[in-house]
């Protein structure tokens, strides 16, 4: 018998080193699946989204990193690169020229980083799916997460864990998600793809298993009561049947049709029981709500909910038709351009208050408003290269099994696809892992090298782009990792301002601002500590920066009521007609309708203002600062009758506020109750104080 050379050795061990090493990277994917959407940390990150994004950039890092490595070891870099691949990078592109004209870069840049992480994870995937059994081992993983998920908000429904305000019922139900419609979203994209595991496993636990798991999670679908969500899985119903109908997949149906068949008479059961509609819900008692299903269909309508911001996102597109206003930058124009869209014809029908919106619950147009035209030839591309891309592979591919499987993939694309018309998936990490997840199962060897193109990379140029790579996943993970120190500092600062710490508070708050790579809230909540010291023009400067960064109503309240008070009369006016023309909530319009009225003042337009003031006195009787304001006018103009009048309604009102809270501070249950009703005294002291001071200045009756 021969001896084995050195060279044959030597490619032994690596054949040895390289087959364990992809394994345990199918095996951290699957972890990963797993893990990122049950990931939480509550009471130091203040929004389960932001943690979930972060947790995906440091975990994709890693396996991203550990794929370079894999290269290294084997000597050559092979990616395969799906057609998909090609728009995708268009898109980013269009991103970065969307920069030009976005009121805030880094959020852009923010936003992109992860887009391209959720990319690099689909090419994960792509690359090292190779065979079935990898295929249900990440489909597994990701149906058990999102049990755990449904389990977890059906819990928060009973009231046995907390949920939003701690008793029960659906406004109790945000899971891991931070909201149940998020929750629901998730586990609809999932439940075709999950029909794989009914067809592809051999195990009769497992199936039997994963039919119950698949259940329950539809039975989470339809107690969260989300519109949205059944009409996509009634498109993808349809969708499944006319592929069906035209490719024949009939072997993998006919050899499992048992199981099948359990599958489907379980859905119904758990539909019946579950479903608004369903008429055993009522003996289960979980459907409170006796509505017909055709009236909630109607009180959730997407065309009667959600067409504002719509509309609102057009307004943005008409300004910047080639690039948008920048990805990431809708929430950050929301409220100049409701004002916009409230004077427009259209507008006016829309006769009331309009709430600010993150996302136009349409990531359609969110994308049309964000990126332009070129951004929507972008996504022309990919959505033309997402049906080609399933068209070929099912062509091409004559194995009915596979052929299967790749419909019921394309089902969970469908169901994303059609819910992102009256919602925002792709903005909401947990959901967009499983479009990745979908995408990238079925583009991976596993179902065949079709509509793919690999580029194979050696020597120097592999050392290059390994370094080059692992050097940007680092420092994204780096960046990454301060921003949740900064956002534990920031909760931190909002807990110390509540119990009167302001000057700690100011530095915490000082501390994430530094931490941050994109700060935003922590200027407004450094405004306010400002504020309270005393520093004015800190204050203003603090509350500039949130123009262009957390762009709310109270942001531009402040900032004209401030201006007001350092002279700056010009600054207050821009504010208060934006404010005005964007018809915020009441109160908010109270105090900009007032603050009109000072700004009259300071203009020397006394008559305007009087009348300004006095028609508030009357819409609003029991809104002091009026009163005070016409008292400091009466006394400037010599009116001493009509002074004293309006300062002693502006003390009446004020004493009696001020008992109202005190009595509510002492009952007081929580720090926020307590900071809040402890800033209403102070400024209704200061009020007093004023009114005090006006009386002193009059002659005496």
Not at 175 to 194: I, V
């Amino acid at each position: 018998m021969a001896k084995k050379t050195p060279k044959r050795k030597k490619r032994s061990h690596e054949l040895r080193v390289r087959l364990p090493f992809k394994r345990l990277m199918v095996y951290l994917t699957a972890l990963f699946v797993f893990s990122m959407p049950l990931f939480i940390w509550p009471g130091a990150i203040t929004e389960y989204g932001y943690g979930k994004s972060i947790f995906a950039l440091v975990g994709v890092s890693v396996l991203v990193i550990l794929w370079g490595i894999l290269a290294l070891v084997k000597g050559k870099w092979e990616i395969r690169l799906p057609w998909i691949t090609f728009p995708v990078l268009g898109l980013v592109l269009v991103s970065l020229l969307s920069l030009t004209r976005a009121t805030n870069g880094r959020v852009v840049i923010q936003s992109l980083i992860l887009v391209i992480f959720f990319f690099l994870f689909f090419l994960v995937i792509v690359n090292l799916v190779r065979e079935k059994r990898d295929v249900t081992l990440i489909l597994y993983s990701l149906l058990l997460s999102a049990f755990f998920a449904s389990l977890y908000g059906l819990l928060q429904y009973l009231g046995v864990m907390r949920g939003t305000f701690g008793g029960h019922g659906l406004g109790e139900v945000i899971s891991t998600m931070g909201n149940r419609n998020y929750l629901g979203g998730f586990l609809a994209y999932l439940l075709f793809p999950s029909v794989i595991l009914i067809v592809r496993l051999h195990s009769r636990v497992l199936r039997a298993l994963a039919i119950l798991l698949l259940s329950f999670n539809f039975g989470m679908v339809m107690l969260v009561q989300q519109t949205g969500t059944r009409l996509g899985l009634s498109v993808a119903a349809v969708a499944l049947l006319l592929g069906w109908a035209i490719f024949r997949p009939i072997e993998p149906i006919r050899n499992n049709r048992v199981w099948l068949v359990a599958l489907l008479f379980v859905l119904i059961f758990t539909f019946l029981v579950e479903a608004p509609s369903g008429p055993l819900n009522s003996v289960v008692g979980l459907s409170a709500d006796g509505r017909s299903w055709l009236g909630r269909v109607w009180d959730r309508n997407v065309d009667k909910v959600r067409t504002w911001d719509w509309w609102i996102g057009w307004e943005m597109f008409k300004d910047h038709p080639l690039v948008g206003v920048g990805l990431g930058n809708y929430k950050l124009n929301f409220i100049p351009y409701k004002a916009q869209f409230l004077s427009t014809p259209r507008g006016q029908a829309y006769d009331f208050y309009i709430t600010r919106a993150a996302q136009a619950h349409n990531d359609y147009v969110q994308a049309t408003a964000e990126l332009g035209s070129l951004g929507i030839l972008a996504l022309l591309a990919v959505f033309l290269a997402i049906p080609f891309s399933f068209w070929i592979r099912l062509r091409r591919n004559p194995n009915e099994g596979d052929r299967f499987d790749l419909l019921l993939l394309a089902c969970g694309v469908v169901t994303f696809l059609a819910h992102a018309v009256g919602s925002f998936p792709a903005h909401l990490p947990a959901s967009s892992l499983v479009l990745v997840v979908t995408l990238g199962l079925a583009s991976a060897p596993a179902y065949g090298e079709a509509v793919t193109k690999t580029i194979h990379i050696k020597g120097w140029p592999l050392r290059a782009l390994v370094g080059v790579t692992t050097a940007f996943c680092l420092v994204t993970s780096v960046i990454a990792i301060r921003d949740v120190s900064a956002n534990i500092l920031f909760g931190e600062g909002e807990r110390q301002l509540e119990q009167g710490y302001v000057y700690t508070s100011r530095e915490t708050f000082l501390r994430s601002a530094a931490l941050d790579f994109c700060p935003r809230q922590v200027y407004y909540y450094l405004a306010i500590v400002n504020l309270k010291q005393g520093h004015d023009e800190e204050a203003m400067a603090n509350l500039t920066k949130c123009l262009t960064r957390f762009v709310t109503e109270n942001t531009y309240l402040n900032l004209a009521n401030l201006a007001v008070n350092l002279n700056d009369v010009e600054t207050a006016r821009e504010c208060v007609e934006l404010l005005v023309a964007s018809h915020p909530q009441s109160t908010t319009q109270l105090q900009a309708r007032y603050l009109q009225g000072v700004i009259a003042i300071r203009d020397g337009e006394y008559d305007l203002a009087i009348s300004m003031l006095e028609d508030l006195t009357l819409a609003h009787p029991n809104f002091e600062p009026s009163y005070i304001a016409l008292g400091d006018l009466y006394r400037g103009q010599g009116k001493s009758v009509r002074a004293y009048d309006s300062y002693e309604k502006a003390l009446n009102l004020v004493e009696a506020k001020l008992a109202s809270a005190e009595g509510k501070l002492a009952r007081a249950t929580s720090y926020s109750e307590e900071y809040e009703l402890r800033s209403e005294i102070d400024l209704l002291a200061q009020e007093k104080e004023a009114i005090q001071a006006g009386l002193a200045k009059l002659p005496r009756r």
